[in-house]
Antibody, heavy 121, light 113 residues
């Protein structure tokens, strides 16, 4: 069974950094694109960014709201993807999900359970 | 960037009745070379991640009950729950994956009347 598990969330002060991890199991991680999606409390879903497979670089792309502050990386040998978040703002407070697609990279059928990041002083 | 708009924001439907949710993209998400619409539908229940229901606008994900169906093409799409069950309560999102960034609609909250 394909599974993703996020970790690393917590309470952090504005301006500080935090790194989230997404650990995969049940599939050949290196063959799949990983996407990060977030959901602010009581709000909808927001795409954060993507890291493609080594076949495509790997290349990363980011939402305008996080570009320059967030960095996605991956370690295929450990089946882990990372979301490094810096210069955090209150509006970054959200549940962060890592997701992937077994049908097509943009079809998100595999979701982690999410990890909550709270940015507050 | 493609913008995706859902309507209504919420709807209340009686058990056993039909629920219909609309999704509109700001430009066509039909890829002519494969004749596929790059649109998915998700269901989210409180405290849980979203669950994929439909992809390619009308392909039902494995294990999803056949009361859920997707239709539409180009820029206008519909998710229909033919006979609403109590367990269908939740928020439904459409999502285009034709281009990066993929975009989600704002969500439609479905409740029991």
């Amino acid at each position: 069974e394909m599974q993703l598990v996020e970790s690393g969330g917590g309470l952090v002060q504005p301006g500080r950094s935090l790194r989230l991890s997404c650990t995969a199991s049940g599939f050949t991680f290196g063959e799949y694109t990983v996407t990060w999606v977030r959901q602010a409390p009581g709000k909808g879903l927001e795409w954060v960014g993507i890291i493609r497979t080594k076949t495509y670089g790997p290349t990363m792309e980011y939402a305008a709201s996080v570009k320059g502050r967030f960095t996605i990386s991956r370690d295929d040998s450990k089946s882990i993807a990372y979301l490094q978040m810096s210069s955090l703002k209150a509006e970054d407070t959200a549940v962060y999900y890592c997701v992937t697609g077994s049908h097509y990279f943009g079809v998100f059928d595999i979701w982690g359970q999410g990890t909550l990041v709270s940015v507050s002083s | 960037d493609i913008v995706v708009t859902q309507s209504p924001d919420s709807l209340a439907v009686s058990l056993g009745e039909r629920a219909t949710i609309h999704c509109k993209s700001s430009q066509s998400i039909l890829y002519n070379s494969n004749n596929e619409n790059y649109l998915g539908w998700y269901q989210q229940k409180p405290g849980h991640p979203p669950k994929l229901l439909i992809y390619w606008a009308s392909t039902r994900e494995s294990g999803v009950p056949d009361r859920f169906s997707g239709s539409g093409s180009g820029t206008d799409f519909t998710l229909t729950i033919s006979t609403l069950q109590a367990e269908d309560v939740g928020v439904y999102y459409c999502q285009q994956y034709y281009t990066t960034p993929p975009a989600f609609g704002g969500g439609t909250k479905v409740e029991i009347k």
